[in-house]
Each structure stands twice: as structure tokens, then as C-alpha cells.
């Protein structure tokens, strides 16, 4: 039986490493926490068997074929609703059961089911960095005009939400936000033109999917992490800054005024930030791996590497910025990664592939959600075209190169 604290969930990207995580965690708090809606882009197996252990009443995949083939699996006779497309993803993220919703999808897909959660009214916990990325000037606005409590569920967000006491956000000197450096930091500069994807996704510290996890090989994952922090905590830009942290444990700092520094240590475990925004205000008993300070060892810091991983620099300018350009640049990450993973470009290409999207794209100071559709979709065919454009110049030299065929995704119709 559900207690009175129960809470009723709604998790956008159930099939992927986050939203599995979040169940992990249902799966612990049974008594506190109840699933009454799940949504994924095309993994109806997955979401099939969850289907069957949590018992939601509505689902949605954003594949209308995935959809139905979860529709002929679960037969006719089957009391969940399956939705599809961009207008299930909506129905699940303002579905009346939830008062939670849990947005885990990857990337700027995202953004839509945010907004229509907050039109919702539902409490928010935030897990993909996008919708804030591409949109978080309508994302935080839309929020404080429907008194929407936005908790953060990425790490390093986590860290600083949970180092941040109600009225200290105004005696921030700089907010600190630690990187592990991912596969490649040790690697000579003029060796990362050849890694494979097999490489790029041994992450040493996280299991994450596929596209984040790229993200850190090429330290993106910060650049979007430091555009998140930006709308979250109202930091400027230059009061942000990125340090590598190979060990994993020290997530974020927060460094006042006077020159405290906070910062928040856990093990390398999702569950946990999961676990506290889900739980926020209060604190729940987990049974995860511990830190154990005694067995701990060194815990070291040093500079990022930025000129050997450029897209770093590239999201601190399109921060900066701002306008479309953060929306720009997501949009050419996310068909480059695509392209990377496929093995249709070279890890090297990725930081390529946006600088040339965002530098021949025009830039809009004004935004709405329908002009960020648009610049979405445009950023997503040029970047398509520059990587035409590279493969067609290794095709003269090597003719055996295959040449990409485009990247579906983004924003959605």
C-alpha cells in the first residue's frame, strides 16, 4: 500500500541509462514512489518488459512503428494506452496520475515535454542537459510564471543544487564544475584523429549511454553542463569554470565570496542525484556503494585541455552569445555524434562539424519554441552537409569511404 509522501512518476526515456537508473530506484522505495507513465524513443522491447514490472497506465514511444509493435506485443486486451510520437511524449509529460515527471530523454527531443510539463504543473526533475541547452531562456521562464520547481539530476548539477542554501546564491564567487576528462585525456593530440567509437564509449569512471558518453570524450558534455548551470543558478559565464577531476568523486564546488569553497562527494552512481531530487526536501536511505575517505586515496585536479578537445570553448561561446546559437551548436552535436558512432566521421570531425553549422547559420537574438524548431531542423541539414563535405573529400583519396545519409532526431514536428 502507498503511503501518504507517495510520489506518482512520469519518466521520459525509460529504456535509457538514466530513466533505468530511476527505476533502479523505484525499485528500492516501492512504498514511496509509484510509476504511472514511461515514454522512450524506439526501444519497445525494453520498454515491453517494464511495461510488465511497473504496471504504468499510459506509455509512449516517439517511433510510431516501435509503437506498434509494442501495441501487437502487448495484444488487444492489454489496460495500458500506447501512444507515439511527439504527441504521446506530450500526453505522458503532462499526464494528470503524475505529479513527477523525469526527463531523461537524449537531447533536444526533450525540450517540447519539459515545456508541457511545466504547463502541467509538475514537478521537474531534470536529468537531460538539452531542453536548458537549446531553450532555457522560455524553459526557466515558463517555469517561474507556473511556480515550477525545476531539480536538477545531472551530477554535477546535483552537487551544486545541494551545496546552495536558500538566499546563498547571491554570495557565489564562481561555480566549479568537475569533468573526469574521459577516455581520451591523457591521449597525444594527434592521436585522437584515429580512435574508434569502441574507444571513445570506454568511459572510465561512468556507465552512461552512448551519445553522453561521446559527449565526454569530447568534453562537450561540459560545454552543455556549463550552459545548464547558467539558466539553473543564474551564474554568469566567466563565474563558471570547468576542472578535471580523473577520480569522480568530488562532483561540483560552489566557491563564496569570502573564499569558502563547498563541494558535494558520492560514488560514481546516477542513482544517487536520481535519489535526492526525487526525494528533495527530504533524504532517503540508499543502499549504494559508499565513499570510504580511508581507502580513498588522492583526489586531484587540473586544467582541461582546450585547445585538443575544442568543443568545450565552442559551447562556452555559444553560451555567451546566446540567442539560437546554443540550439545551433546542440542540433551539429548531436548529427555529429550520430555520424561518429556510425562510423561515418572521425572523432576529430565533431568539433568540425558544429563550428562550420554555427559559423554559416544566421543569428537570431529573439527566440520562440517555433523559431527553435526551425533553427533545429536548419542546423541539423547543414551539419549533414558539412560532414557530406568532409567524406566527399576522403572519398577522392579513399574511395572505399562510405558518405553519410543525414541524421533523423531533434526537436520533433
Keep these: 500500500m502507498k503511503t501518504a509522501c507517495s510520489r506518482r512518476l512520469a519518466i521520459l526515456g525509460s529504456t535509457g541509462s538514466i530513466g533505468r537508473s530511476t527505476l533502479d530506484v523505484v525499485r528500492t522505495h516501492r512504498d514511496r514512489l509509484e510509476v504511472v507513465g514511461l515514454a522512450a524513443h524506439n526501444n519497445w522491447r525494453k520498454l515491453h518488459k517494464q511495461i510488465e514490472e511497473f504496471r504504468p497506465a499510459v506509455v509512449?514511444?516517439?517511433?510510431?512503428?516501435?509503437?506498434?509493435?509494442?501495441?501487437?506485443?502487448?495484444?488487444?486486451?492489454?489496460?495500458?494506452?500506447?501512444?507515439?510520437?511527439?504527441?504521446?511524449?506530450?500526453?505522458?509529460?503532462?499526464?494528470?496520475?503524475?505529479?513527477?515527471?523525469?526527463?531523461?530523454?537524449?537531447?533536444?527531443?526533450?525540450?517540447?515535454?519539459?515545456?508541457?510539463?511545466?504547463?502541467?504543473?509538475?514537478?521537474?526533475?531534470?536529468?537531460?542537459?538539452?531542453?536548458?541547452?537549446?531553450?532555457?531562456?522560455?524553459?526557466?521562464?515558463?517555469?517561474?510564471?507556473?511556480?515550477?520547481?525545476?531539480?536538477?539530476?545531472?551530477?554535477?548539477?546535483s552537487a551544486i543544487f545541494q551545496c546552495l542554501d536558500d538566499g546563498e546564491a547571491r554570495f557565489v564567487e564562481r561555480l566549479i564544475i568537475t569533468a573526469s576528462g574521459g577516455p581520451f585525456r591523457c591521449h597525444a593530440a594527434e592521436r585522437l584523429s584515429e580512435v574508434t567509437p569502441d574507444e571513445a564509449l570506454r568511459h572510465p569512471n561512468w556507465e552512461m549511454g552512448g551519445k553522453i558518453t561521446i559527449d565526454s570524450a569530447t568534453l562537450m558534455n561540459k560545454g552543455l553542463e556549463v550552459i545548464e548551470a547558467h539558466w539553473l543558478f543564474g551564474v554568469p559565464f566567466d563565474r563558471i569554470h570547468v576542472v578535471v577531476h580523473p577520480q569522480s568523486i568530488i562532483h561540483s564546488m560552489i566557491e563564496f565570496q569570502d573564499g569558502s569553497i563547498l563541494a558535494q562527494l558520492g560514488s560514481p552512481d546516477m542513482r544517487l542525484p536520481i535519489q535526492y531530487a526525487l526525494s528533495h526536501p527530504e533524504r532517503w536511505a540508499a543502499s549504494g556503494k559508499r565513499v570510504d575517505l580511508?581507502?580513498?586515496?588522492?583526489?586531484?585536479?587540473?586544467?582541461?585541455?582546450r585547445e585538443t578537445f575544442p568543443c568545450l570553448e565552442l559551447a562556452y561561446e555559444a553560451g555567451r552569445r546566446g540567442g539560437n546559437l546554443p540550439c545551433l551548436m546542440n542540433a551539429a552535436n548531436e548529427v555529429a555524434v550520430e555520424a561518429f558512432l556510425d562510423r561515418r566521421l572521425g572523432f576529430t570531425d565533431i568539433p568540425r562539424v558544429i563550428k562550420a553549422t554555427m559559423d554559416s547559420l544566421p543569428f537570431t537574438p529573439d527566440l520562440t519554441l517555433a523559431s527553435l524548431l526551425e533553427d533545429d531542423a536548419r542546423a541539423r541539414r547543414r551539419a549533414a552537409e558539412v560532414i557530406a563535405t568532409l567524406n566527399a573529400a576522403r572519398h577522392a583519396s579513399r574511395p572505399n569511404v562510405p558518405t553519410p545519409t543525414g541524421s533523423e532526431g531533434g526537436l520533433g514536428p
Excluded: Q, W
Design 60 to 157: 509512449a514511444l516517439y517511433s510510431e512503428e516501435a509503437a506498434a509493435r509494442l501495441r501487437e506485443a502487448l495484444g488487444p486486451s492489454s489496460p495500458v494506452a500506447v501512444r507515439a510520437g511527439m504527441a504521446g511524449l506530450l500526453e505522458v509529460a503532462g499526464l494528470a496520475a503524475a505529479d513527477t515527471v523525469v526527463s531523461a530523454l537524449v537531447g533536444a527531443v526533450g525540450l517540447r515535454p519539459v515545456l508541457e510539463a511545466i504547463r502541467a504543473r509538475k514537478k521537474i526533475c531534470l536529468a537531460n542537459k538539452e531542453p536548458l541547452v537549446v531553450g532555457g531562456k522560455l524553459v526557466m521562464e515558463a517555469a517561474r510564471a507556473a511556480a515550477v520547481p525545476i531539480l536538477p539530476v545531472d551530477s554535477e548539477h
Design 294 to 305: 580511508l581507502t580513498l586515496g588522492s583526489l586531484t585536479f587540473e586544467a582541461p585541455r
